[in-house]
Structure formats: C-alpha cells, structure tokens
C-alpha cells in the first residue's frame, strides 16, 4: 500500500542554520502532499501541500517541491528561528481513496537554539 | 478559520470503561475523520465518516467504533478501555474533494489505566 518516509529526529539547528527535512513517498496513485506542523500540545496545522508533480507548495517561508522521479517532497526552510521548533509530519493523500484520508510518516522533531 | 473542537484535551479511564471521545466542527465538512498518534508511528486513521450516519472502518479500527448523528459531530467510542489504546487522538475535518485540506482539532491524550 502507500506509504511515506521521513528523516528520523530529532534535528537540532541553531537560529538561522538552513534546514532540510527529507520526505518519500510510495504510491500507486497520484496523490497530493503535504507538510504538517505540530507545535507543543497542539493538534496538526497544515503548512503547505503540492498536488502535482512539479508544483511547489510554500508557506511561511518553508517550501518543498513534487518530484514524481524521485518519489520525493522533502522540506527545507532557509533561516530557521527558535519559533520554527515543533514536530513537523510529511503525508500523502489520494483525494477519492478512503475519504482522502491522510498516509503520514513517522513525525521528524525538529528543535531550534538561540 | 475552520474550527475543530474536541471536548477533552486530557482523559484518564480505567480499563474495561466505555469511553466517549467527542469532534465538532463549524465548516459543514461532510468527510469527518479519527486517527490515533503514537511516537514513532505518526497517525493512524481508525475510522472515517462521509455523511450524517455513514462510516468506514480505517486502517486500525478494532477496539473502536463510531457514531455520526448529526453532520457537525462525529464520536469515536472505546466500548471496552484497554491498556493498549493509552494514546494521543486527533479529530479531523476534510474540505472537499477538490482543495483536499484536512483541518485538526488539538487533540485529546488518553490514558488507560
């Protein structure tokens, strides 16, 4: 079945380092992705999704790009603040597949330092 | 801003309890979805619902049902606690098929003594 794999945590950046979280994916479809971000006690907020090969999602200054070829959608930020710190999900969706439900990886923590 | 409302943030039961864990949400979504979250393993969708009164059965559903009687509330009920579904349970809400969005409550952490 589909499934999504990201880099493991937790990653520890200091303030303004570049950031990349790596995401793959497996799927026999032609699902959209996402990247959720996860904040201490909070639920999921969805920071930015693609829904095609090619397209780049961004969002408060994170982006990440569809690449069909490599299976890929992994994230990057280019000066991350101590503000960025947070649980960040990679996951997939086929729209017309189970009510759109959401195939998530592992979860990759990430922690910024003054 | 959609608006997904889980009524606890924390509950503590006792084995062999039956649990109610509740989801409201103000968009008038029609698809309304349960997923657990355990470390290391990201979400797991347990049920999914697509109107008033239809459910399917997720990747994980046993141990678990659901209720949806009205279209902006969708329950998710433990009949029989056990010690094995101590875990953080999210609520979620899709706006249709086309932007695909899915929107989450702020969770509701269980444990299960």
């Known amino acids: 079945g589909d499934s999504v794999t990201q880099m493991e945590g937790p990653v520890t950046l200091s303030e303004e380092a570049f950031l990349t979280i790596n995401c793959t994916y497996t799927?026999?479809?032609?699902?959209?992705l996402f990247w959720y971000v996860q904040y201490p006690g909070e639920g999921l907020q969805l920071l930015l999704k693609?829904?095609?090969?090619?397209d780049k999602g961004s969002n408060k200054g994170f982006e990440a790009t569809y690449r069909k070829e490599t299976t890929s959608f992994h994230l990057e930020k280019g000066s991350v603040q101590v503000s960025d710190s947070a649980v960040y999900f990679c996951?997939?969706?086929?729209?017309?597949?189970?009510?759109?439900?959401?195939?998530f990886g592992q979860g990759t923590e990430l922690s910024v330092k003054p | 801003d959609v608006k997904v409302t889980q009524s606890s943030r924390y509950l503590v039961k006792r084995t062999g309890e039956k649990v109610f864990l509740e989801c409201v949400q103000d968009?008038?979504?029609?698809?309304m979805f349960w997923y657990r979250q355990d470390p290391g393993l990201g979400l797991r969708l347990i049920y999914f619902?697509?109107?008033?009164?239809?459910?399917e059965k997720g990747d994980i559903p046993e141990g678990y049902s659901v209720s949806r009687e009205k279209k902006e509330r969708f329950s998710l009920i433990l009949e029989s606690a056990s010690t094995n579904q101590t875990s953080m349970y999210l609520c979620?809400?899709?706006?249709?098929?086309?932007?695909?969005?899915?929107?989450f409550g702020a969770g509701t952490r269980l444990s299960v003594l």
């Open positions: 979620a809400s899709r706006e249709g098929i086309a932007k695909n969005i899915q929107y």
């Open positions: 799927a026999t479809g032609y699902p959209s």
């Open positions: 693609a829904t095609k090969a090619d």
């Open positions: 996951a997939l969706s086929d729209p017309y597949n189970q009510g759109g439900k959401l195939i």
């Open positions: 968009m008038d979504h029609e698809n």
């Open positions: 619902s697509y109107d008033v009164k239809m459910k």
